[in-house]
């Protein structure tokens, strides 16, 4: 048996994803226990499954961070540690060719919604965060203060489509609509790209003729079900 890994978990939603690692954590199918579970968003049914299983929850609230920043970012609003040279001469979410001032209101905004998430994760010793269902994109900022040992990933992400084919933010319906015949998800580690990061696992399923979208995405959370505890298993088995 490997170790039981301490996992802290992100989520936006209804947590699906969330719950089938509750579910593996106490079938005792994976080696894992969940520490946490932070929303950006308040009130979401993923919130509601993790308080239901003794889980600590806490709310980050983007919207209003950034509704907040539209009105101005003084520089003592940004983290002490924040430098924005360092995180353009990193990120690689944006084009070049994007308007300067909208890729600095992203990464300022971005990175005073981040410091708080941190200042919760970091109060807890996890050994691997969880994004399972958290629909905003993670800066250099956050990921350099959690992948603190070089070449050592421990933000793990799942998308649903198969990488590296359709990243965004619409795997499903992107697979859907290019006519595939195959679609599936993967499960990745993340990088300063945006599903970009190591593969870590994928499923597949195959798209009959007639299948909707809905009918797709049905197929896919199936997978992603199955997918997810066992890559948190493979992350405890080589820990």
């Known amino acids: 048996m490997a170790k039981t890994i301490n996992v802290g978990t992100l989520i936006s939603g209804g947590g699906t994803n969330l719950q089938a690692i509750i579910d593996a954590c106490t079938a005792g199918r994976i080696d894992a226990r969940i520490l946490f579970t932070g929303s950006d968003t308040p009130g979401v ?138 679609g599936g998800c993967t499960v990745h580690f993340i990088d300063y790209g945006e599903d970009t990061g190591p593969i870590i696992g994928q499923r597949s399923f195959e798209i009959a003729e007639g299948d909707t979208l809905e009918d797709v995405k049905r197929k896919g959370l199936e997978q992603e079900w199955e997918l997810y505890p066992a890559c948190i298993q493979k992350f405890a088995d080589l820990g």
């Open 45 to 182: 049914k993923g919130l509601e499954r993790a308080q239901k299983a003794g889980i600590d929850t806490f709310v980050v609230d983007y919207a209003k961070i950034i509704r907040s920043c539209k009105k101005g970012i003084d520089p003592g609003d940004l983290p002490s540690d924040f430098n924005l040279q360092e995180i353009l001469g990193k990120q690689q979410l944006m084009a070049g060719n994007m308007e300067k001032d909208r890729i600095d209101f992203f990464l300022k905004s971005r990175a005073i919604a981040e410091k708080l998430l941190l200042d919760h994760i970091l109060s807890f010793q996890i050994d691997l965060l969880v994004l399972a269902g958290f629909m905003r994109v993670l800066t250099p900022y956050f990921i350099d203060r959690m992948n603190t040992i070089p070449g050592q990933y421990r933000i793990m992400n799942i998308h649903p489509a198969l990488l590296p084919s359709f990243p965004g933010t619409d795997g499903y319906g992107d697979t859907f609509r290019y006519g595939c015949k195959v």
